[in-house]
């Protein structure tokens, strides 16, 4: 499966992220060229990974930091739950 994207209200700004899928089922959460984490899908419910489990391969990690258009984020569970809800959708359209 191909990277892609997908828009999220955060706050009161609007942010893309890419969504890095892999074959073990893990999605890796990309903002501006750094992985903010990673999430995977446990029945119905969506998790964060551990970061002792992520690989992120040649990803930085994302330093977070408000400029220019970026915005501070941090993936949460909450914030978590709502990127998977976007992968699904994606996943339907497919």
């Known amino acids: 499966m191909d990277a892609f994207n997908i828009k999220l209200g955060y706050g009161s700004k609007e942010v893309t ?5 892999s074959e073990d089922g893990i999605y890796k959460v990309i903002y501006y060229g ?3 984490g990673a999430i995977r899908k446990y ?6 990974v551990a970061d002792d489990e ?4 040649d ?3 994302y330093q ?3 400029a220019n258009d970026r915005i501070e984020i941090d993936l949460t569970e ?3 739950d709502r990127i998977g809800e976007e992968i699904d959708i994606h996943l339907e359209e497919e």
């Open 59 to 61: 990803l930085p990690p």
């Open 78 to 80: 909450q914030l978590a």
């Open 54 to 57: 992520l690989i992120a391969g």
């Open 17 to 21: 992220l890419t969504i890095l899928p």
């Open 64 to 66: 977070t930091e408000i």
């Open 43 to 48: 029945d119905q419910e969506w998790d964060l």
């Open 34 to 36: 750094g992985i903010l």
